[in-house]
């Protein structure tokens, strides 16, 4: 798909996610989408399915809801995909492959991955709260700092999976994207679309992008007192 169409496609599930006049659903099922930037991208609700997103950049983008099942067309489909800060919860990705891909402090609550291959996965950070990941491929996959509350890991491949401790927390629905906003405390480190910076410098950068949306600029500011609350509390 050419990126001329992709962007009008993206264009039009927006209007018709927000019930805007000529607004159109986003059926990208089996799509041929390698190395396509959808970084930061509301995609809620579309069809993905039997997408190819190899190498694809899809940081930051809002995925709620969306269908990706079967997502292992030509064998790889999901490899090497950049997901790090995607909102992913509650989306269908069974018998996906996600092999390779960097899912780094991804919203993966309620999600489904049953079947899925996840095998040398980078989901550190991740928010896994009741996801299902039975008969997962987790081998040498990075669950380091992970939230597995309720996960469901029955029958998955765990071998040499590494696991660990950290605290994060994420917010989204603010600004002009309404993007994701991923902050972990321990290591002071904000990820938000293309930004990847500490709170402090995450504070400088809003003050500069949104200077001229005194709305926006209000709930960042918000989300950064928010952020460092947080990062207080032990």
Do not use: P
């Not at 995609?43 to 993905?48: E, F, K, M, P």
């Not at 995909?81 to 492959?97: F, H, M, P, V, Y």
């Not at 987790?138 to 380091?144: E, G, H, I, P, Q």
């Amino acid at each position: 798909m050419e990126k001329t169409e992709l962007d009008e496609t993206v264009r039009l599930h927006g209007l018709w996610f927000h019930d805007e006049n000529g607004g159109k659903r986003a059926n990208l099922s089996g799509c041929d989408l390698r190395g396509c930037d959808l970084s930061g991208c509301d995609l809620r609700y579309a069809n993905l399915s039997g997408c190819d997103l190899r190498y694809a950049n899809l940081s930051g983008c809002d995925l709620r809801c969306s269908n990706l099942r079967d997502a292992n067309f030509s064998g790889s489909n999901l490899r090497y995909a950049n997901l790090s800060c995607c909102d992913l919860s509650g989306c269908d990705l069974r018998d996906a492959n996600l092999s390779c891909c960097d899912l780094r402090w991804a919203n993966l609550r309620d999600a489904t991955f049953s079947g899925c291959n996840l095998r040398d996965a980078n989901l550190s950070g991740c928010n896994l709260r009741d996801a299902n990941l039975s008969c997962c491929d987790l081998r040498w996959a990075n669950l380091s700092f992970c939230n597995l509350s309720g996960c469901d890991l029955r029958g998955a491949n765990l071998s040499v999976a590494d696991t660990g401790e950290a605290r994060f927390i994420q917010a989204s629905g603010v600004g002009t994207n309404r993007r994701m906003t991923t902050f972990r405390s321990d290591t002071d480190e904000v990820w938000c679309g293309c930004f990847n910076g500490t709170l402090s410098e995450f504070a400088e950068k809003i003050e500069q992008t949104h200077s001229g949306n005194a709305v926006h600029l209000a709930h960042y500011r918000a989300m950064v007192a928010f952020f460092r609350v947080f990062a207080e509390v032990k």
